[in-house]
């Protein structure tokens, strides 16, 4: 059992990065509305708190089995607009690997619960008194796995993934509140009050400024034109995804407007029927193809057209 726990958390936690993602996506899935995150030690110690439901008690105790899910989906469908969590494996795999310390409250419940295991195994649990939410404080990563934790990369590598995840995860999730803080540094802070908004805190007032809004999502002027694909943000249902399809119509939207080696800055948002999205492509590289591309590239290219054409008359 616990040795599966640690074959699994090769894939959960790859890193410190991929590790905060699954707990980030573990708060929005609670419905938190603020999320703070607190990394030191290059992300072998982190904090997350959040505002979410909490757990009870017995959903504490069993939060870090594997396959302990409350979240009930029909397939392993990544792209189910409900929620990020689909196979009750994240935190099981987390904690195998570290000393993890759960906090947690529900607003239903007068007391407060606070859960201990090291290397996946309940050491303590207690009753105390807290805000309603939950707390998972992440000790030693890797501490029983030293050859993986061999594998983790300098201080300034493993923060630059960190805050490239939280940035991603903040720029889609605008209502949310995001707090990013390195060895008591902090880098990023959003309030979650709007996309244009979260947009300003996470880019600043000059790329605001030259952002136009268009049927999905906005676009950069020429003024703040980028030299790498990367700040063509693209999520579909609420997922970062990298699509070449979308990535395509973007491209092919500005033709007469980029300079070689110059893209442009987008943020892309887009619906489409989970069914639409080709499974085979794995998910942990993000890349999707559609399978009604044509439709796809269509929707985007022609809505930039317009835009365009509106803009230049
Ligand atoms: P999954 O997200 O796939 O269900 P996880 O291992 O990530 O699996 O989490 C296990 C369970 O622990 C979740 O289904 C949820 O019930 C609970 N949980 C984890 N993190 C939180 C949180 N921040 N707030 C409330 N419940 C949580
Ligand atoms: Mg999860």
């Not at 490239?164 to 209502?175: C, H, R, T």
């Not at 000059?206 to 002027?221: A, M, Q, R, T």
């Amino acid at each position: 059992e616990s040795v599966s726990n640690i074959i699994a958390a090769g894939e959960v936690v790859e890193n410190p990065a991929s590790m905060i993602k699954e707990l980030l996506e573990n708060s929005l899935d609670a419905g938190a509305d603020s999320v703070k995150i607190e990394v030191f030690n290059g992300g072998k110690d982190v904090k997350i708190s959040d505002n979410g439901s909490g757990m009870e008690k017995n959903d504490m105790m069993l939060s870090i089995e594997r396959h302990a899910t409350s979240k009930i989906s029909t397939k392993d469908d990544i792209f189910n607009l409900m929620t990020y969590g689909f196979r009750g494996e994240a935190l099981a795999s987390i904690s195998s690997v570290s000393k993890m310390t759960i906090s947690t409250k529900t607003k239903e419940s007068n007391v407060g619960y606070k859960l201990t295991a090291y290397a996946g195994s309940i050491r303590n649990v207690e009753e105390i008194s807290r805000n309603n939410g939950t707390e998972i404080e992440i000790r030693d990563l890797f501490y029983n796995t030293p050859a993986r934790k061999k594998f983790l990369r300098k201080e300034s590598t493993e923060y630059n993934k960190i805050r490239d995840i939280v940035l991603k995860e903040a720029l889609v999730n605008y209502d949310t509140a995001f707090t990013l803080i390195f060895d008591d540094k902090p880098s990023i802070k959003t309030s979650g009050k709007g996309i244009e908004n979260t947009i300003l805190e996470l880019f600043g007032k000059n790329v605001l400024k030259n952002l136009k809004k268009f049927e999905h999502g906005y676009l950069g002027s020429v003024e703040i034109l980028r030299s790498s694909k990367d700040y063509i943000f693209t999520y579909v249902n609420k997922r970062y995804v990298k699509s070449n399809t979308i990535e395509r119509a973007v491209l092919d939207g500005y033709y007469t407007k980029l300079m070689k080696g110059k893209y442009p800055f987008a943020v892309i948002f887009l619906n489409t029927d989970p069914k639409e999205i080709d499974v085979n492509v794995h998910p942990s590289k993000k890349i999707v193809k559609f399978s009604n591309d044509k439709i796809i590239y269509t929707q985007i290219k022609s809505a930039m057209d317009d835009y365009f054409y509106l803009e230049e008359r």
